[in-house]
């Protein structure tokens, strides 16, 4: 009789689908279930009653760390664990746990005023990144190349109406046009591609239509993202490097990573690794 595999999200997109469609060749029966209707707490957790595995790719910047938790606490199976998703739903949580483990990630300021923004600018120069603490694709990562301009663009960050919005890392911005995503499931490293920038567009966002290539082997990638699983645990992860003078540094890990740029760039059938994986972890 298949496995049961609930993939928590808030919609289909293409990595859903195909993670759907990659069960039933390992013997999984994987069903979409909405993020939105799931009101867990009771103690059978009665939405995913029935489920021997529980996915979670809510793409919400909450919702996967709470899912994963009361998810947990009812004994279910959890990728990932609620612990590492609230460390990648979170950019200053998660690069204070992988600098304390001693993971190179890029120089940063937590930014929650005004007085923040002028200490960071001070301290840093120009140019600088300034990004939402809560956020992915992209969205409102803003690069300020000039400090007469700076306090104008803070002023977009005060007129959001929510502290949570408001919350945001400013870092020295790393010039060289690339950067690698690492497609990781369990401990391995099954694929990289190299983002480059597409058009006038500075971010390296492959939900930006960026170029990707495959990226060949790289003694140096292999350890570093061995590092970041070492720390988070064994999952399903997005890891997403810079390259800098000094070596790789990790800029971000995401929890539910898109991978079709990856699976296209090199020809690595994720899903059915996916699926594999959980299927293992069942067994």
């Known amino acids: 009789m298949a496995r049961t595999v609930a993939v928590v999200a808030d919609r289909i997109a293409w990595e859903e689908r195909r993670l759907i469609e990659a069960g039933p060749a390992q013997g999984l029966s994987v069903d979409w279930v909405n ?3 799931l009101c867990l707490g009771a103690a059978d957790t009665t939405a995913l009653h029935g489920y021997d595995a529980v996915l979670v790719r809510s793409r919400s910047y909450t919702r996967g760390g709470l899912v994963a938790t009361l998810a947990e606490a009812a004994g279910l199976p959890v990728l990932n664990s609620a612990r590492a998703i609230n460390a990648c739903e979170n950019k200053a949580l998660l690069r204070t746990v992988l600098r304390t483990a001693g993971i190179p990630v890029p120089d940063f300021r937590l930014v929650l005023s005004r007085k923040d923004f002028a200490k960071a600018l001070q301290e840093l120069g120009t140019p600088v990144v300034l990004k939402p603490i809560f956020g992915g694709m992209g969205k409102r990562v ?6 007469d301009i700076a306090h104008s663009v803070y ?12 919350a945001c890392l400013v870092e020295p911005f790393l010039a060289g046009g690339s950067s690698v995503r690492c497609l990781v499931v369990g401990r391995e490293l099954v694929g990289a591609a190299e983002f480059a920038t597409a058009g006038t567009d500075w971010r390296n966002n492959a939900a930006l239509g960026n170029h990707s290539s495959a990226l060949a082997h790289d003694p140096d990638v292999v350890k570093i993202v061995d590092a970041v699983v070492g720390e988070l645990g064994a999952g399903i992860y997005g890891i997403d490097l810079f390259r800098t003078g000094d070596g790789y540094v ?24 996916v699926a594999a994986y959980v299927q293992e972890l069942l067994a």
């Not at 800029?251 to 296209?264: D, S, T, W, Y």
């Open 35 to 37: 993020d939105e209707s």
């Open 250 to 273: 990790v800029n971000e890990v995401n929890h539910a990573p898109g991978f079709r740029a990856v699976a296209g760039a090199t020809g690595v059938d994720i899903p059915a690794a």
């Open 142 to 147: 803003t690069l300020i190349r000039d400090s």
């Open 155 to 166: 002023d977009y960050v005060e007129d959001l109406g929510h502290a949570f919005e408001q």
